[in-house]
């Protein structure tokens, strides 16, 4: 039957030569080889995608980073598994390079947040150091806090010192300049003078300005309360300072001008802000402060008068207090108040004693006592155990009451034959005048009555009329 099955195929009915078998299995293998290849690569190309496919996570503070974070991954996923389906299922070069750029993107916002992250919890551990609350400015702080929560990004800068009162702080310190000043004025208003001591810790601006300056560049907290408060002044007063800024001439700063008010600035002292602190309108007036006393006391007297040479002397006496004092002005002084008190002319006709206690001046009765001033100590005899009446009303032994106390010197006589004797600590005691056995030099003391200068003996001798409705002693404070 073999013989019978007809050839039909030759190969010559072919217009081409038939390759070699050896030819063609060559061939075959070079196409298994290509396809190997492919798969290989397409393999590789799904390992990658795979990996690009599972971005990193991060773990986020702030709620809306966190949510974005998880939309930007659900979003990348989307995109490229639908490009990869568009694309019959196969990954290419082009898929995997947008994927990459896209992953870029994502860790380089995730690195924003992070740094955010980093900054805020710094600022957050140095807030919560003892006394950070009051060092820095937590209403900054406060309003940075929401805004990283809300958005995820917190600004450099956030945290700043809080600002001292520096208003207060001016008024508090004892700063005093190098020269200082007193000014006194006296009126004369319904019989009384009216005495207004205002004392200047400071004369010299350029020396408070200095001052100004120095202490509020000395602390950022400083710094940061004298802006505050500058800010916090009306329009029409921070303009008289950053005029030079209005480059529109309308009394208003832009956002833009603003800006050119740097406190940072070399020049700092030619700050709109720093003008204003050294300024009239700012610290200065707290710096360079006055104080000013008013008393208000009678009238002075003028008790007695004398000139040597060209110099005046005037005792003048006036009572404060309850205490009765005297001062003495000499020379210009004494010559200035003649001529403010013209009045006082008619009390000037007695002139300084000498006498066995030194000099003095006579003085005038006054509630039926002749009290003297600053007369030197005596040798008083008293009788054995003589006793006299000390300021809490004890009687007490002269001998005893010398011996604590001192010397004594005569005080005061009254009309009545009251003597008082200050010792030289300044204690009083009291007794009568006629125990005092050796009288004879106080008797000879010179005071002033209606009919002129008389001695204390004249007048408890009867050679001058005693006041009516006076007696007794009255006691110095």
Known sequence: MADSFPILFTGRELDFDVPKFT???????????????????????????????????????????????????????????????????????????????????????QKQWLQSQELWKRDKSLIEQSGGQSLYDMEKFGRATEEFMRTGIYKPNSLEYSGVNMSALFDATKWTGRSTKAVQDVKTVNGKDIVTTTTYNATDPAEAKNFIASTILSNPRYLKGAQKEFMALDDKTKMKFLKDYDANGDGKLSPDEMGNVNMGSMNILENPVMQWAMSEEGYLPRVMRSESNVQEMPTKKIVSKERAGDEMTVNVEYEQGGKKIKTTLKGAQAEAYLKENPEAEANTAVTAESGPFGKYTPPPIESGVYTFEDLDVGTFNFAKGAKGTDEAGDSVKFDKFIKKHGALAVKEVSIGGNLTLQAADGALIRTRLDAVTNSDNIMKLKVQTPDGVKTIGEILNGGAAAPTGSSGIAWSK
């Open 23 to 109: 030819e063609m299995n060559r061939a075959a293998d070079n196409l298994q080889k290509k396809l190997q290849i492919e798969q290989a690569q397409q393999a590789d190309l799904q390992k990658e995608f795979r990996e690009n496919m599972n971005v990193d996570m991060e773990t986020f503070m702030s709620n809306y980073a966190t949510q974005q974070q998880a939309d930007m991954a659900k979003a990348f996923n989307d995109k490229w598994t639908l490009e990869v389906k568009k694309n019959g299922g196969k990954i290419n070069n082009d898929i995997l390079m947008g994927m990459q750029k896209d992953t870029n993107a994502m860790a380089s916002r």
